[in-house]
């Protein structure tokens, strides 16, 4: 099982990367992982991982982009509340690196 | 263009046959299953103590079971007329994505222990053991083909590379050693229902979202139902439809239709899954018990009628197998096809009048249509030969004034996969499906040039989600991919008539 180490604890992760326990997750694991995915972690950043973890413990799944664009434009502003908002912050595509961060299984499917 | 390691294949004005690199594509692999995923599914949770022989002793029983088979593993000539017809040969350059190599790791295997020549004089007829070196290359090879079958179309006698695969993937798990991405979808469907693995109110909190959205855009009060007995119709749709864009747009054009007939539907959570990666892996027995789940939910909501949503290997599924593996399907109405196409149901409301089309309102885009294989090659709709090409082609005219085809080498039964089909959509395989989908750019990039193509119009989830991630890759922006119900959806009017049927 692949893993990687922080501050003396070690992590279990896919072979993606991505935590196999949702509990591990904190600030520091995020921002090691949000490194791994050379993203640097801003105040927008966060407002989508927190987003993300509140909807992942209600539903148990990621919830789709649009839901994620709607809550953060409610939020944010609406201005901000697009899918090329979301790809600017995290390029690699927002349900896949920021559900990364935000310490969430890596969603599969026909996705 | 994109930042990765491998080379990305030079778009050229035509599809040109690569010159050949030994081993090009030896290091792309599947991530192998666990026991978490295997040993769901009824499969050897790790590779078994005694893999050689039993994976003999399964080839056995599938020559047995298959005499199609059989007959493929026989009649090959060696033409070499399917060669240069695999897109990954022709990505990869790598000769075993050949389709006539890919079936010799079959083939090498079954003359050793099924012919006499092979068991007396291996090394004469080509025929090898079933041993690590060999059972590597089957891992590798055997996950290099999407399972398209355009090499059957260009073989004279019909070998169909894609059965053969299908087989080797089955022989695989039989022994342990399954691949995790298709493994792991299967196990979803059968806990959650899906292979998104969205539980039902998470389903049911997208499906409301997306009733509002609908109100708010078009005032018109749009339903998604969701579990709902009683309903005429059980919409199955692939559940990349209830998550992923573009996917949720034709989602909304599903419902639009519904709507503007007048005809009641429902969406069911236990069965949220059109797609069957039973079929994929080659087991039969998955295959069924998803297939199940349909037919289980059909009768428990006392439905009519069964539609199928965009999704290329569900049509493939419904189409073909349903029948054979969760009929009789005697409950429904005999007045419809059983099942139907969404864009048969959708195309035949339109010609009897029920929906009208404002075409205008795509006139930002200039739309091509990519067939997907498993539609193409494997499936019919409407009631006339080669309907599955034309049906969905009538409703792109009939929703939009600019249509323009591809280079005709590329579509029709002659299609190209997307790259990412027969259950290898999945990231460790990117650089296979970057250079699989390379044909497919070719001919796109020549109508995005020469015609002034915007839009490429697709029937299926994993067509959808590949080229949403490929195309950009490739230098053409994302927003260039879309469903046929997504154009439905932007042309049709609302309360304009309601429906006659
Ligand atoms: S079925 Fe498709 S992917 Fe497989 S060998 Fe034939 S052309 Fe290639
Ligand atoms: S076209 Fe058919 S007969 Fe010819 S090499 Fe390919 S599989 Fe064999």
Redesign the interface.
Known sequence: MPSFELNGRTYETDEDGYLINLADWNQDVAKYLAEGESVDMTESHWEVVNFLREYYEEYKIAPMIRILTKAIGKKLGKEKGNTKYLYDLYPGGPAKQACKIAGLPKPTGCV | MADVNYEIPEIQDEIETPRLKEGASAHLGP?PAQEKHMAPLGFPAARVEDWQSKGVEKLGELLKKYRSLQVYLDICVKCGACADKCHYYLGTRDPHNMPVQRAELMRGVYRRYFTPAGKLLPGVVRAHDFDEETLKKWVTYFHQCSQCRRCSVFCPYGIDTAEISMAAREIMDSIGVGH??TT??VG?VHTIG??????Q??LK??LE??EE?MLDTSGHEIRLPLDQPGAEVLLVA???D????PH?QSLMGYAKVFHQAGISFTISSYASEA?NFGMFIGSFDQKRKIAARIAKQARELGVKRLVVGE?GHAWRVAYSFWNTLAGPWDFLDPNYPVPQHICEFTYDLYKKGALVFDRDANDDKVVTFHDSCNVARATRMGDRPGGQMMIPRELIRATCNRFVEMDPDTIGEKTFCCGGGGGL????LMELRVKGAMPRVTALKRVMEDKEVNFLGLIC??C??QFSKILPIYGIPMETVGGVHQLVSNAIQLGAKRGIV
Request: aromatic letters at 14%; glycine letters at 6%.
């Open positions: 991530y995790k991405y792991e979808i979803k899906n292979n998104l693995g969205i539980p109110p998470a909190g997208t979202f997306l959205d692939p559940s990349a209830f998550f992923s864009e949720i797609a999704c959509l999945t990231d460790e989830a994993i959808k989600a």
